[in-house]
């Protein structure tokens, strides 16, 4: 699989296109949704994406985890910081996690080169 | 990953008469009531095959949920029905579930063009 | 843990007023998706709230599937109807999935004899 | 919650009679093939035994879990071995498996003063 | 089901006493780097308990939630700022998560009035 | 997506590598007990290999199938022994591991072939 992060970025965009044009009102709203969620609020953008990033990382969807990380990236939170939230979306998630691990670091990592 | 209709077809055929041919009794069974379990009954085939669609969703299963596709397509489920047990699906097991809703809209785009 | 209708319904009713009165606009939107997802669409209420309750089967969430039993069993869907949908959640999601159908099917019990 | 031997036992058998009694053909073969896996094969039943329990506990069902536990132990599967099967169950699972675990302990101290 | 605060933090601490004494070594490590995970690092304690709480709400482990919520309102967390992390925790999880969220927000009541 | 047991093991390790060398003490400790985990203790190293199998199949960890395929085959376990293993994993855990059934029939093809 490749995990480049300019073919991630063009797919999901192309697809959530099709979705949004497709005009189901429940899956709109929860598109929309979620870009509020993670909007300043009690809690500021950075902690949020850390909470994103775990939720997805203990539910093992390496799309979302990709997700959070280039958002995370893009909003100069730094390697170490995204790591700790890695380790504790281990342990809480237990070993299955670590295949997921896996794809987030080769995913910074082609963050990091590509800029 | 290809999304291709035919492709996932032809593996899924080819492994699942491997697998039946080691004659292992429980897994033999497991297939056939798989087979069973969406035959006409107190509920018809369309209702059962969302059924099957939906639980497929939100366990995030994207193989099961091609599978279901393409037998709710074969059965003549028009895609707005299609997409409104998708819209529940979503709903129900949130967020995470969107990745596979982009695989599911690719497929179901194969199912028609190849038509 | 008692299964009594009016109990769970009065719990639930308390405190979804105590999250509705908190005023996080993200949860109460999805409180209000949840609402309109299993409106009356392409697909028929009843057909919905199968969906909706086989979703919450194989995720093996007991009050999420007693109140699809409530509204599927005022909807005026037969037990054989809710079964075998019960029954496909059961292939799919495994026999982890039996505690689940033994609380279930008491709780039909419940609204069947309440009435 | 109540988590004794008796308890547990009575509640299992009269929901599974009532379940059986309903005659959905699906449902009464998972049951019957529930039975059939766990006999011995070319693996013992002592370690057919521990595979349902590590599955039941990374799955986090606790009615599954306690069911395996009550077998494990009148198998004469020594508390030593089950705590390791565990152990690999919370590593694997991680630590939301430690609520399981309490439980499952205390379920195992249960069948130890009730013999 | 009791979510009293003082009877959820018994048990807790009974059955982990028992768990320890165990002597499993795998068990004990897991329990070890429980502890060391959530203290201080790149992230703050009460970021990395946000983190524990929305991997835990996610994944749906009612006592994984409250501990979590008894830690975040001993760190002077406030409602709002668990509120944030508890929608978001909704969003990515999805409406299987409302059981939870209704339990957590009797649990930080139960927090808030024993004070 | 690749099935090939030297591919594979070259990712596994390439990134298992740079994991390690990030320095993270949870993430190294999670790593360590993962091996102890597995040693020879008061069950056999089969057993457990078994156990690691079985946890990895219901939670549909693909790549942790693989390992624990491959350790097993490395340790002399049979394919009726692995297979039986993963007939249970089917039956608990649903058909929705179906398709990670046939990912592992096709890799421990592979085992077999490359020796």
């Known amino acids: 699989m490749s995990n480049s992060v ?3 970025n063009d797919y999901r965009a192309k697809m959530n296109d099709k979705i ?3 005009n189901n009102k429940i899956i709109k709203r929860i598109f929309n949704l979620d870009t509020n969620a993670f ?3 009690a809690l500021d953008v950075k902690t949020k994406e850390l909470l994103g990033l775990v939720a997805s990382t203990v539910l093992r969807c390496d799309d979302c985890v990709k997700y959070h990380l280039e958002t995370s990236y893009n909003l ?3 390697k170490e910081e995204v790591v ?5 979306a281990t342990l ?3 070993t299955i996690v670590i295949p997921h691990l896996r794809r987030a670091y080769e995913f910074w990592d082609n963050l ?4």
């Open 76 to 78: 100069g939170l730094k």
């Open 39 to 41: 909007a300043e609020g």
């Open 84 to 88: 700790e939230a890695l380790g504790i």
């Open 6 to 8: 300019q073919e991630f």
């Open 92 to 94: 809480v998630g237990g």
């Open 112 to 115: 990091e080169s590509q800029s």
């Open 20 to 22: 949004l044009a497709d």
